[in-house]
């Protein structure tokens, strides 16, 4: 963002006030679709997506992610990747669990 | 002795070293509260039951607080624009708003939230779910005691910097910045997975 001038930065501020509509508009939907009755792995899924949306928004706006350097991006895909190998790790325990209770 | 690149971006990675510096602690902080998330997505799926959030926890106070994390992230980011735009004044403005809007929040989830719990006998070791809530909240909530901290100090003392090296001065309150957005999108997954599921 260095060396950004006046008026881009004002057509950021535009952005910023159209994510954060689109970020309380969403936060009242995910309140209304947990209401539905739906089942628990549809809702978790409904909710999951939702929060998803708002979090690329935050990251892509608030944060610069959408106009970010490579390295920014290399340092976050390699974060995620980190993540599911130590998700997998995690919920890989989960037979050991069962296994413990019956 | 100058530090290096803290205001022009490094040649090699075409930022300067404090964005970078900032990203590579996030990714830290993706993985700590990334083995909680899994720790909680082990906790619910090895249970045999598990309490509806919304039935324990009180959903319209967690919705006026992700409404209050999302405005002070709108605050931050036009604190750092208003630094953009050379207007100081706004800049004092939309951080101060920032500040009380985190301090809001702790007063939200402390006095109105854990308070009652508290009084109703409920504890992180009353069961497996109110462990991960406060584990998880409580973490998070060490994280917007920090950025009040922080953003604080850029209110304050830490200002006086624009007079002296303003461009600098505006990196700062971008990694600042960066920082608390990321404790806005943490809350952004804690809610609906806490509150609402």
Known sequence: MENTDVQEVKR???????????????TVVT????????????????AMVI??????????????????????YLVLIITVFLFFVMLCIILSTINDQVLSVS | MEIPYTVSPRPDT?????????????ASEVMLFGALFS?????????????LGSDNLNVPLGTFNTLILIISSVTMVMAWASLMMKDFKKYKLYMGLTIFLGILFLVVKIAFEYAPKFAHHHY??????????FVLTGLHALHVLGGILVNGYFWGPGSKMWKKAPQQFINRIEIAGLYWHFVDLVWIFLFPTLYLL
């Open chain 2, 124 to 133: 992180p070791s009353t069961n497996t779910f109110f462990g991960i809530y």
């Open chain 2, 14 to 26: 075409g930022i300067h070293n404090g964005k970078l510096g900032i990203w590579l602690f996030l």
């Open chain 1, 12 to 26: 950021h501020i535009r952005v910023y006030l159209y994510t954060f509509s689109a970020l309380a508009v969403l």
């Open chain 1, 51 to 72: 929060a998803t949306v708002k979090g690329t928004l935050v990251a892509g706006n608030f944060m610069h992610l959408f106009s970010e350097k490579k390295l920014v």
């Open chain 2, 39 to 51: 720790t909680y997505i082990l906790l619910r799926t090895s249970a045999i039951d598990w309490p």
């Open chain 1, 31 to 46: 309140v209304a679709a947990a209401s539905l009755n739906v089942a628990v792995g549809t809702g978790i899924f409904i």
